[in-house]
DNA sequence: TGCATCTTTGACCATTTGGTCAAGACTACG
DNA sequence: CGTAGTCTTGACCAAATGGTCAAAGATGCA
């Protein structure tokens, strides 16, 4: 069932290649798009030693995917209940923001799936993430009512976070061609805006 | 080159079957995701038959993407430099998340296409598309020097309506996990949730 | 009704694709 | 060294897929 978890030297080292060279091919092309063949070209290994360190396509595709769970939350998680709450949620959009701008691949992964009806990430999602995602939920809530932050509803405050800061990510593509621009520096103009939107909303 | 148009009323009817067909398959499993074998099935109608009206698999895709790039800039052309700032705005905010409510298979259609790269649409957004946004970041930008709006950077104002709208198509299997949702009701709340945020951020 | 045109499809084809396998090459270690 | 285990790959396979074609079936109109 699950692929062996690497043991040798060379094994550590293929298993990161290969992965690497998914993530490239996944993300641009999405799971069906992918093929094993330009996966291994861009490892430069052959096709049968790809599936020498994983059983079949599916599992490079899920063992990205697990990779990504774990870290792609650590943002909310660290959303403080006892920081001050109009800044917790500030430098939670901005660290949203900056991972955008640093992992656009792994985030164009995860909108394949999900724009694609979250065929292999469903159970995940009404599980950890609408776990932690609802206790957030409460913390948000909690500083709603004691009147530290508007009164808006939590779960389309997230909603919107992750919206802004993943459509930099994600729909890259049409951001360039409409700022007809070829670097990453809308990224910080992005960042004032967006500081400044959640500030407004946010005040009391 | 381009697929006839249609002119008996078999073809008018099977024209618009197959793009219906089409639409359902490639919103929900992107372009090399799809095969002209489910199209014909959701079609009910033979694969030599598809083939018949449209000339090729691209050619079905193309024509679904060139109907969808006339309506989907509609609700932007609405916005009116002559209106009420604020009120213009918000209404195109509101009439962008009609649009994701009511035409979701276009709305993750279109995000399929930008996510791997716009590899069929780059040069519409460089173009047509770039062209409307310039003149409408024109207007807003006039109205923030008239101070009618708050001071805000235009492009990215249009980039977050865009974002926080389309999320609601595009990222509905997420939503509907987190949310425990089996209808259409949290449009309702979002509606309620994006006129406040942007009304909230363009007070001048 | 007869005939030209439009529509439909079963059979077929070449290519691509995920995956297998057996045999050879390389490593590590006693 | 030698050999047991690890790694690599050329050749191959079955299924899926986009697309063709000739021939049969409908349709419409004089």
Redesign the pocket.
């Known amino acids: 069932m699950r692929e062996k978890t690497p ?5 550590k080292k ?1 298993h990161q290649t290969i992965l690497e060279a998914a993530l490239n091919v996944f993300s641009q092309h999405g799971f069906r798009g ?4 330009q996966i291994a070209q861009e490892a430069a ?5 790809l ?3 994983f ?4 599992a490079i595709h899920r063992a990205l995917i697990d990779r990504l769970m774990t870290t792609w939350l650590d943002p909310l998680r660290e959303l403080d209940a006892h920081g001050d709450p109009i800044e917790e949620i500030l430098s939670y959009v901005l660290r949203k923001l900056s991972m955008a701008r640093e992992f656009p691949r792994e985030s164009r992964l995860f909108a394949n799936e999900i724009v694609q009806g979250a065929p292999n990430v469903g159970d995940k999602i009404s599980g950890d993430l609408k776990f932690l995602v609802d206790e957030k939920v409460g913390v948000i809530a909690g500083w709603s009512q004691a009147g530290k932050i508007a009164s808006i509803d939590p779960y389309h405050l997230i909603f919107s976070i992750w919206a802004t800061t993943q459509h930099y990510a994600d729909f890259d593509a049409q951001i360039r061609g409409i700022l007809a621009a070829d670097d990453d520096a809308h990224f910080d103009d992005a960042a004032v805006f967006l500081e400044r939107m959640f500030r407004q909303m946010l005040k009391p």
């Not at 992918?34 to 063949?37: E, P």
């Not at 290994?45 to 030693?49: F, I, Q, T, Y």
């Open positions: 043991r040798t030297r060379i094994q293929n992918a093929t094993l063949d290994l052959s096709k049968p030693n599936l020498y360190y059983p079949s396509k599916v």
